[in-house]
């Protein structure tokens, strides 16, 4: 056990609850830290359901592309908990070492004393004190959950809220309507700072739109004072400071277009002043990993049939599920594979729904365990699919899964897509030798 997973287990115990919404122990332990969040570069604070990470993953190397340093704080790590604090650096940031962050956390945990408080309102606290101690131009901050009660909405002056797609997911927290969960999101827009908000149904948007104006909040919206959209293969992105024909996203899917004209809007409204070539240049060298992320090379690529293909994405609800399935079938299109679903959820997701998106588009399914508390049983994710038209068995391992599709009789090699949990694309990267850096 490493110095930091010692120190996040002594934490657990003084709050077991790992998700319990409230501002109250946040305001306490930055008070004790002498508010460290009142030190920090100008934020740009990302709440939504889907496309958050893609969104910072484009700020980023936008920033990145005009030689700025950003920090950036993101949820859930994938390998290792030091994937969610990334020091910004001029010409690229890197993860925090295993030394400073443990010295961070104990300076925290230290502050906190024995009062409750949970792990991610440590880390958040630990995340602001890091930040605060290191130059940069910006942070980029994502919620955590939610919004109005998230560890991250004690930043009081951002230099921009964004708020990607609102859809249904962690209804027992949130809300079980598309509006209360839009509330609750909507709560770190700030009075005069500008609300870049992605795409929308309508429900949610009304309810984003209520918000900014009550606050006084200048509001950005896709559709509305931006567009953005794919021609001839590019990306054209315009608002009412002009038009900007860019490449494609390196990052697939076509939502991955909305997702970078997101951070162009962000960044055009935060005052952060960069060039059209950093632009340009950050739509090409934007990276996230798990998001569908082809695994070429690693212990679990060996496995897998000579000229298939083996994808990982972690997608986990059902509105994330639609857009994963949008570009598997785009895929298909041009390149048509027998497509075999490798499947781990957590029992707090729609699992009927999440993979109804692939009924008429997958050959078959093997489901396997996410080793965590709430993980959803193989053999009841089996049941769920054939319930709803899928031909599925289960196994214990992703290694197993791999093994068994390397037996089946069909006619071509196949695209294989392992989904269904941020927690299962984490095990396997590491199980792959491949983790994020």
Not at 163 to 174: K, N, Q, R
Not at 239 to 253: E, F, H
Not at 273 to 286: N, T
């Amino acid at each position: 056990m490493t110095a930091v997973d010692a120190i996040l287990a002594r934490l657990l115990a003084l709050h077991p609850k790992r998700i319990d919404l409230s501002l109250d122990r946040m305001w306490r332990v930055l008070d004790r830290l002498g508010h460290p969040e009142r030190s920090l570069p100008p934020v740009i604070h990302v709440a939504g359901t889907n496309g958050k990470g893609s969104t910072i993953a484009f700020l980023r190397a936008m920033l990145e592309a005009a030689s700025l340093s950003a920090h950036v704080y993101t949820s859930p790590n994938l390998v290792r908990v030091n994937e969610r604090f990334r020091i910004g650096r001029a010409g690229g940031g890197e993860l925090v070492s295993d030394d400073e962050l443990a010295a961070t956390l104990a300076e925290c945990e230290h502050a906190n004393g024995d009062a409750p408080i949970t792990v991610f309102e440590i880390e958040t606290a630990a995340a602001f004190l890091l930040f605060s101690r290191h130059k940069a131009d910006a942070l980029l901050l994502e919620v955590g959950l939610g919004g109005r009660l998230d560890a991250t909405n004690v930043i009081e002056h951002p230099v921009a809220s964004v708020i990607t797609p609102v859809s249904m997911d962690h209804m027992e927290f949130l809300g079980d309507t598309l509006e209360s969960i839009a509330a609750e999101k909507a709560a770190i827009i700030r009075a005069d700072v500008p609300a870049v908000i992605g795409r929308q149904t309508e429900g949610p948007l009304a309810v984003i739109t209520d918000r900014a104006e009550r606050v006084g909040a200048p509001l950005c919206v896709l559709g509305q004072d931006w567009t953005v959209g794919e021609e001839r293969g590019r990306l054209v992105y315009q608002d009412l400071k002009g038009l900007m024909d860019l490449p494609a996203p390196r990052l697939y899917g076509r939502h991955q277009f909305d997702n970078a004209g997101t951070a162009i809007a962000a960044l055009r409204a935060s005052g952060l002043a960069l060039p059209a070539s950093a632009f340009e240049q950050g739509i090409l060298k934007a990276d996230w990993p798990a998001r569908l992320q082809r695994l070429t090379t690693g212990k679990l690529a060996a496995l897998v049939p000579p000229g298939s293909e083996l994808w990982l994405d972690g997608s986990h609800n059902a509105d994330g599920g639609r857009i994963t399935a949008a570009v598997i079938a785009d895929f298909e299109e041009r390149v048509p594979r027998p497509l075999i679903l490798v499947v781990g959820m957590l029992s707090t997701k729609d699992t009927a729904g999440f993979l109804a998106n692939f009924t008429g588009l997958a050959r078959r399914l093997i489901a396997v365990p996410v080793h965590q508390e709430k993980g959803l049983p193989a053999d009841t994710i089996a049941d769920v699919a054939r319930m709803i038209g899928l031909a599925a068995d289960s196994t214990d391992t992703v290694e197993a899964a791999l093994a068994r599709i390397a037996r089946l009789d069909i006619e071509a090699p196949p695209r294989i897509l392992i989904t269904g949990s941020l927690y299962l694309a984490g095990e396997v990267l590491a199980a792959n030798g491949t983790p994020p850096v």
